[in-house]
């Protein structure tokens, strides 16, 4: 049976309440929690992306639980700057913080101005990065000449006796077949069973080893009137086929583009439901697959009912 974790959403959430929200989550029996790290949100009506770092130090302090973040570095972050981040975090709190390296998105990458570059490239750079940031995890003076990085007489000085796992999150098999290369484990989100089966396949055909986990996107309410409000309102905009989600730049462009998505194109990408046995069941698809984490994000703005569902039903059902 897989560990139950806390998706904590930057983009809807501000950062102060989200803080109070994970601290309510590990008192509601969550295993571990997980981060976004957006400089945008997904849509102008979730209106909110506090500074993942650090909101992360406070959380880690607040709390006894394991935490980790998705991040991109190469073009927002370099990734010497992600190298001393995690190591601080890491040495802080020994055992406790992962990171999950990836290409990025527009939204939160053309910030910088530069421009951006094909998924090809980002995955050329990503690999860079994963190397910059491993060798100055094991303390070396590096300098590093890349085709899309450049490390200059770089070290770090405040390092943890253990190097946090960095992990690989993937959308396709294709690119879960690269992060077996060089990653610790694997992280992936909901579709389809069998789209995610080939996800997992990929990344153990191809040598990978380490944990898999799953963030899986729910919205429970009391009716399926509201659980369907919920996700039209706060998730219409995710489940957008590629290079849609990677590529477009503004919340706002996100806007126009999702105003027409239908109920069940959402429900492609969120599990609505009225019934904590359906959503279980659900879960238990997932479970067979060989996940060994499974981070629970609830894609309302308002997380108080969803843990106080999670602490007398869900998971406890969950567990049983």
């Not at 706060?234 to 730049?249: K, L, V, Y």
């Not at 308002?302 to 969950?318: N, R």
Request: charged share 20%.
């Amino acid at each position: 049976m897989p560990l139950y974790g806390f998706h904590a959403s930057h983009e809807q959430i501000a950062p102060s309440r989200l803080l109070r929200d994970v601290q309510q989550a590990e008192r509601a029996g969550f295993d571990m929690a997980m981060c976004s790290d957006h400089f945008a949100p997904w849509s102008t009506r979730q209106g909110h992306s506090g500074f993942a770092w650090s909101w992360l130090g406070a959380a880690l302090a607040t709390t006894n639980l394991r935490l980790g973040t998705v991040n991109a570095p190469g073009q927002r972050y370099h990734p010497a700057i992600i190298a001393q981040a995690s190591a601080t975090l890491a040495e802080m709190f020994p055992g406790r913080f992962w990171v999950a390296l990836g290409t990025g998105q527009n939204m939160n990458e053309h910030i910088t101005g530069d421009k951006w570059i094909g998924k090809d490239l980002r995955q050329e750079r990503l690999e860079e990065c994963v190397e910059v940031i491993r060798r100055l995890h094991a303390g070396e003076d590096l300098t590093y000449r890349g085709a899309h990085v450049t490390t200059e007489r770089a070290r770090i000085y405040s390092l943890p006796q253990t190097p946090p796992p960095l992990i690989g999150p993937a959308l396709s098999p294709a690119t879960a077949a690269r992060a077996a290369t060089w990653a610790d484990g694997l992280v992936t989100i909901n579709s389809d069973v069998e789209s995610v089966r080939e996800i997992v396949a990929a990344y153990r055909d191809n040598g990978g080893t380490g944990t898999l986990a799953l963030q899986v996107h729910v919205s429970i309410a009391p009716t399926l009137a509201e659980a369907r409000d919920i996700a039209r309102d706060q998730w219409r905009n995710h489940p957008f086929p590629e290079p849609i989600g990677h590529d477009t730049a503004t919340p706002e462009d996100f806007d126009a583009i999702g105003q027409f998505v239908p109920d069940e194109e959402v429900a492609r990408s969120v599990v609505v439901t009225d019934s904590v046995a359906d959503l279980v069941e659900q879960l238990r698809e997932y479970e067979e697959l060989g996940f060994d984490e499974v981070y629970l994000h609830h894609v309302s703005q308002d997380q108080a009912p969803f843990l106080a569902l999670a602490e007398h039903e869900l998971l406890p059902a969950l567990r049983s």
